[in-house]
């Protein structure tokens, strides 16, 4: 039985809707202004900015992204879900 990350949605259900876009016409990016806002400290980054595809690269690997993250934790890499949760779980 798969975990449940979502209220709605199982792990395998949100990955599939992430990739369900490849192929169809999307918005156009809005690469530079996305940039300006990311909080990313991994330099070697090719997805800075490019959010669709990081938010994906991270999900595959069971992550969130940098711009959920406070800039202290987001700099130790950690992005996992449970440290997601120990951060935010007592401002629900």
């Not at 979502?6 to 156009?28: A, D, P, Q, V």
Request: charged residues 35%.
């Amino acid at each position: 039985m798969e975990k449940i990350l979502s209220k709605h949605l199982t792990y395998g259900e949100t990955k599939e809707r992430l990739h369900s876009t490849r192929g169809k016409k999307m918005k156009e990016c809005r690469e530079k202004i996305n940039l300006s806002q990311c909080n990313c400290s991994w330099e070697p980054c090719s997805r800075k900015g490019i959010c669709c595809e990081c938010l994906s690269y991270h999900w595959r690997n069971r992550e969130l992204p940098a711009c959920l993250f406070p800039d202290d934790v987001e700099r130790t890499y950690d992005r996992s879900l449970r440290r997601f949760i120990q951060i935010y779980k007592n401002q629900l």
